[in-house]
Structure formats: C-alpha cells, structure tokens
C-alpha cells in the first residue's frame, strides 16, 4: 500500500510538465481572449440589442443577469451607471455574481446603481475575506439594494462546479441557486417601467 502511494506520488510528479504545457496551450489564449476588455464588449453589446428590441409600446421586460468567475465582472460593469443603451434605458434591472473575479475594489462596486447580490466563500483565494470585507463597508453606504451572503467552508467554483458526492458543497451550491433565485424574484418585479 505504501509503494502504491508513493509510485502515484512519482507519477503526479512526472505529469506535472504535461499539466503545465497544457495550461500554456489552452489557458493562456482563454485568458487572453476572454479578458473583460476583449469580452465585455460582447456581452454589452448583446445585452443592449435585448433591451432595445423590446417594444417602445409596451411595458419593458425586467432583464437580469448572473455571472459566475469571470463573468461577475460582466454582471457588475452591466450593473454601473454608465450602462445605458442609446436612449438612456438601464441594460439590467438586477444582478446576481457568484464566486466574481477580477474586480477591482472599490472602483467597480462604487459605480454599482442597480440591485446586487454576491454569493462567495470564505475559503475563495479569488476574493479574499479582508475584500469581502471592503464589499460589505462599500455596500453599507449604498443606497441601490445589495446583498452579501458569505457560504462558510465554500471554495471559487461552488456555485457552478458543486460535488453531487460532497454534501456540503451541494448544500452551499444548492443556497446559492436559492439566493439568486430570491434575488430576482424580488427585484425584477419591481423593476421601474
């Protein structure tokens, strides 16, 4: 049992040039390539040709988004004051992020107008506990909805990557789906006309 160890710890080992060459052929163009500069442009764009193909005539329908990783940045710079389209109409009425990354603090949370909601870990090493806890001070002083749910023992990933097998990441994933869901329901019904 213990030379079956140690040959897996040798062969995890050896694998490792394998692992990092693969991370340099398929990460690196994913970063690059889906960095907030190359790709918020895309998302805006989309988001704007929704809002604006709705019928003058009628009612608007409230539009919300969710990002997760990554995409949290796209949900938080859609939810800013300068996301408008061409006549002036907010892109989303509401966002939920879970497990964001790459914001920057405060300058991405202070322009936040629109209801926002965070779901992260305290185990998260993408957003630290001493950021999470300048989020709570930054959206103390907001006046627009917000809400900060801390998942104890939760890692980066748990709202998307949860382990059916592992009860409490289900469990914290499972909350999570709660908490947007609840988000919603409460702030794009009553989503200004």
Known sequence: MANMKKADGILAW????????QMLYGGLP????????????????????????????????????????WGGKHTTLLAQEG???????PLVDAVFTGHPSSLSL?????LVNKPYSVAIGDKDPV?????????????AKKTTPTELEVYPGAS????????PGGEKTLEHSLK?????????????????A
């Not at 190359?38 to 969710?66: M, N």
């Not at 405060?106 to 202070?110: F, K, L, V």
């Not at 999570?176 to 200004?192: G, N």
């Open 30 to 69: 994913f970063l690059y390539y889906n960095r907030p500069s190359a790709s918020f442009p895309h998302v805006k764009a989309f988001v704007t040709k929704l809002r604006e193909s709705q019928d003058p005539k009628e009612k608007d329908i409230p539009v919300g988004a969710a990002g997760f990783c």
């Open 156 to 163: 980066h990933g748990f709202c998307v990557r949860a382990d």
């Open 127 to 139: 957003l630290s506990m001493k950021e999470v806890e300048q989020l709570k001070e930054i959206f």
């Open 176 to 192: 999570a789906e709660d908490q947007a869901v609840k988000w919603f329901q409460t702030h794009l019904t009553s989503a200004p």
């Open 83 to 89: 996301s408008v389209t061409s006549t002036g109409k």
């Open 106 to 110: 405060p300058a991405d949370i202070d």
């Open 14 to 21: 050896l694998m490792k040039p394998y692992y990092i060459s």
